[in-house]
Antibody, heavy 124, light 107 residues
Framework: EVQLVESGGALVKTGRSLRLSCTASGFTFRDYDLTWFRQAPGKGLEWVGFIRGIPYGVTTEYAASVKGRFTVSRDDSKSIAYLQMNSLKTEDTGVYYC???????????????WGQGTTVTVSS | DIQLTQSPSSVSASVGDRVTITCRTSQDISSWLAWYQHKPGKAPKLLIYRASSLQTGVPSRFSGSGSGTVFTLTIDTLQPEDFAIYYCQQPNSFPLAFGGGTRVDIK
């Protein structure tokens, strides 16, 4: 059974850092792209960052709102993806989800498995 | 960047009703569109990919159609477990983007 479990959410002050983890099981982790999303209170889903798997060179993509502050990485030996968040702002508050990417030949069809999310609260 | 606009933003419906949600994109994305269901406190669930392909395990009362810039998600014979928020997404061009969501609640 495919499972993704996020952890690391916390209450932090503006300007501080936080690292989220996404621990995966039930599939060959290294073969899949992974992505992070978030949902601010009362808002819709927002894409945050993306990391390709080994077949496509482990490259990354970021939303403009987080580029330069957030970094997505992965440890295929542990089946864990990370979201390192630096210089946090109050607008980064929300529930953060990781998701497995459904893709064929680097064409992305959607996100077929998601975690339950972890909550990040950034206060001033 | 591609923008997605969903309508309506909310709809009240009864069990057994048919519900249709529309998603319009700011540029032609061919069939590169996905639909998700999201319930509070739960993980989002992929319903449809490539505009009309039903994800494994999703009930056949869900269907998607469209191409280019206009897409629809239809729920035939609404069930109690279908009350949720639905999002369209263009998944194949960065930055990935979602529509604003459509809340389906009980009339």
């Amino acid at each position: 059974e495919v499972q993704l479990v996020e952890s690391g959410g916390a209450l932090v002050k503006t300007g501080r850092s936080l690292r989220l983890s996404c621990t995966a099981s039930g599939f060959t982790f290294r073969d899949y792209d992974l992505t992070w999303f978030r949902q601010a209170p009362g808002k819709g889903l927002e894409w945050v960052g993306f990391i390709r798997g080994i077949p496509y060179g482990v490259t990354t993509e970021y939303a403009a709102s987080v580029k330069g502050r957030f970094t997505v990485s992965r440890d295929d030996s542990k089946s864990i993806a990370y979201l390192q968040m630096n210089s946090l702002k109050t607008e980064d508050t929300g529930v953060y989800y990781c998701a497995r990417v459904l893709s064929v030949l680097d064409y992305i069809y959607g996100m077929d498995f998601w975690g339950q999310g972890t909550t990040v609260t950034v206060s001033s | 960047d591609i923008q997605l606009t969903q309508s309506p933003s909310s709809v009240s419906a009864s069990v057994g009703d048919r519900v249709t949600i529309t998603c319009r994109t700011s540029q032609d994305i061919s069939s590169w569109l996905a639909w998700y269901q999201h319930k509070p406190g739960k993980a989002p669930k992929l319903l449809i990919y490539r505009a009309s392909s039903l994800q494994t395990g999703v009930p056949s009362r869900f269907s998607g159609s469209g191409s280019g810039t206009v897409f629809t998600l239809t729920i035939d014979t609404l069930q109690p477990e279908d009350f949720a928020i639905y999002y369209c997404q263009q998944p194949n061009s960065f930055p990935l983007a979602f529509g604003g969501g459509t809340r389906v609640d009980i009339k």
